[in-house]
Structures are given as structure tokens and as C-alpha cells.
């Protein structure tokens, strides 16, 4: 899962999936923190501990 994050980061959308069932969505972004993932959203930044996440989705925009 976390690979599949890293592989994000050339500036994909994806949607994150939490333990509690919750979901966020945004553009992956480069961060140097090794335990936490950074997030752009339409709200700002967020960061998100890799252990809160169960589920990667690329959203991928065809043209």
C-alpha cells in the first residue's frame, strides 16, 4: 500500500481510505517524513499517518 502511494506522488489524484471507514481525496504529494503521507485537498494540506490507511485508489483522469 504504501508503494502503491509512492507511485502517486508524480502529482495523482487518489483516494485514501481510513480504519474507521472514512475517506479523503486529493493529490499525493513528496514529503520527507517516513511514517506519513501528505495530502493536498480543496480544504488545504493534510497529513496522514501510514497506519490509519487500509485502501489506495488512483484516480486517473482520461482525456
Not at 29 to 44: A, N, P
Request: glycine letters at 4%.
Amino acid at each position: 500500500m504504501i508503494e502503491e502511494l509512492y507511485s502517486c506522488i508524480v502529482s495523482q489524484r487518489v483516494v485514501l481510505t481510513f480504519q474507521d471507514g472514512d475517506t479523503l481525496t486529493g493529490v499525493a504529494e513528496l514529503s520527507i517524513d517516513s511514517t506519513r503521507v501528505k495530502i493536498r485537498t480543496v480544504d488545504g494540506l493534510v497529513w496522514v499517518p501510514f497506519e490509519d490507511i487500509v485502501n489506495v485508489n488512483r484516480l486517473i483522469t482520461l482525456q
